[in-house]
């Protein structure tokens, strides 16, 4: 009989045994896959969030203006640099844009809001805010219109939960009220009836007009075709003053940016703010956004810029958050080596438990001719297998409730969310597709067995045999 098939037929004399080591294994992979894909797919969502809704990947910008965002930091777009900069094969599109703060008002609420002037066709190159145009909105009118209707059970519950909610798309809308896939052909026109949102955009040959974010017209209570006031301070201090009617209510992902975003065509917010030809920054748009390719780009395209101008990447630009999450990434790190301590325990306990158990087993193998180290050698197939089996089923335990996060987040309600957005995030919890971080996993879980593995093999080694057999 071969060594792993001896080593496979050990394992099952005692089931109760295996099973309690393999449940430990599987109990760590399966917690900290878990856990890491939600940690690691809400990174990536807040960085998506602010890198795909605000800054880009690249930005031109003047030197001093990461130090100071203010106008008189901005500078006059030279069409010979957007040239030889989209001139790169990296780039696929420069959008300039220009960017400053106002005092806004609608009736009696006012609010501070960040301006933004981007030309409205280049805009959908980058930023691409289009997309997330309001298309349904549960306002109580409509939930209680919908509740009239016939609809399954789970998505009339949700209706209450979700009241004032706005969608920007219908993937959204069945993910989050939870309509199955068999349901959507009746359901859908259901929502279209009742809760369709009448919204528009901007077009370059539009002025006077302005699109809002969600979180903004909520607090105004500003609707489409209402007046929109701003006022602020200009290109070196003159004055800026305007009136513009919303034409258009975007959701932004991150609630800090929807609560305050007002979007202008470039050139009202020029004439807006007294800066003719000027931009704060240009986004700029990459086929390949790797941090590796994105720093080849900058350092390529800043032989381009010349004095005056510098190229950020945007993790310059958002150094305080890269902190913040860098700061829980450590926590969570923390969090998961306290649970394989714990499991490294708990694997240690059972080893040195079947030591003990079978240790006049392993006496009379020795005594009657069995050499230690093909002893040390079945014994370290058993654990491996051991801990094959905790890992596989860890690794398949996962992958379901991974792929679910992932299609279906976890989406927050109520005080929790209420503190998700107080801090600037989007009160919602994906999950990470499987990557590098299962294979880290597993090796970690590994390593303990194998230290494991070490101290059994040690022990058969350094064993009496006159004393294992009288044990």
Do not use: C
Not at 278 to 287: D, E, G, N, Q
Request: without cysteine.
């Amino acid at each position: 009989m071969k060594d792993y098939q001896l080593a496979w037929r050990n394992l099952w004399r005692n089931r109760r045994r295996t099973l309690i080591t393999a449940a430990s294994v599987f109990f760590a992979v399966f917690f900290a896959l878990v856990m890491r894909s939600f940690q690691l797919g809400t990174y990536e969502k807040m960085y998506r969030d602010v890198i795909e809704s605000y800054t880009g990947y690249l930005q031109l910008q003047h030197t001093d203006y990461i130090d100071e965002s203010s106008l008189d930091n901005g500078f006059v777009i030279d069409p010979e640099i957007i040239s030889r900069i989209e001139g790169d094969p990296n780039v696929t599109a420069v959008i300039p844009k220009l960017e400053s703060f106002a005092l806004a008002a609608s009736g009696s609420r006012t609010q501070g809001v960040m301006v933004i002037g981007m030309d409205p066709e280049d805009e959908m190159k980058g930023l691409n805010i289009i997309n997330r145009l309001v298309r349904y909105r549960l306002t109580p009118k409509a939930v209680e219109a919908l509740k009239a209707e016939s609809l399954p059970g789970r998505t009339a519950k949700l209706l209450d939960v979700f009241v004032n909610e706005s969608f920007t798309d219908e993937a959204s809308l069945i993910s989050i009220l939870g309509i199955g896939r068999t349901d959507t052909s009746d359901v859908l026109p259901l929502f279209r009836k009742h809760a369709a949102f009448e919204n528009g955009y901007l077009t370059s040959a539009d002025s006077g007009y302005a699109v809002i974010g969600n979180g903004l017209s909520e607090y105004l209570h500003a609707g489409v075709g209402d007046t929109l006031v701003l006022m602020g301070q200009g290109y070196h201090g003159t004055t800026a003053a305007g009136l513009y009617i919303i034409k258009g209510i975007v959701r932004m992902p991150q609630p800090e940016i929807d609560n305050r975003f007002v979007y202008l065509t470039l050139d009202d917010a020029r004439y807006l703010y007294a800066a003719p030809g000027m931009a704060t920054s240009a986004i700029i748009s990459v086929r390949d956004t790797e941090d590796d390719d994105l720093v080849m780009t900058r350092n390529r395209l800043g032989q381009i810029t010349g004095d005056g101008l510098a190229i950020r990447t945007w993790k310059e630009m958002n150094a305080l958050l890269l902190n913040q999450m860098e700061a829980d990434n450590k926590s969570g790190a923390i969090m998961i080596g306290i649970l394989y301590l714990v499991i490294a325990f708990g694997v240690f306990g059972t080893v040195l438990m079947m030591m003990a158990e079978r240790r006049r087993e392993f006496g009379m193998l020795v005594s009657i001719g069995m050499q230690k180290g093909k002893l040390a050698k079945v014994i370290s197939m058993e654990m491996f297998l051991v801990g094959f089996l905790g890992v596989a089923a860890g690794v398949a335990g996962s992958l379901p409730i991974v792929f679910l996060g992932y299609a279906r987040p976890l989406r927050f309600t109520g005080e929790m969310a209420k503190m998700y957005e107080d801090y600037g995030f989007d009160p919602v919890m994906p999950m990470l597709l499987p990557d590098t971080y299962y294979l880290w996993q597993v090796v970690i879980v590994l390593l303990i067995l194998l230290i494991a593995i070490t101290f059994s093999v040690r022990k058969i080694f350094k064993m009496n045999v006159i004393n294992a057999v009288r044990a």
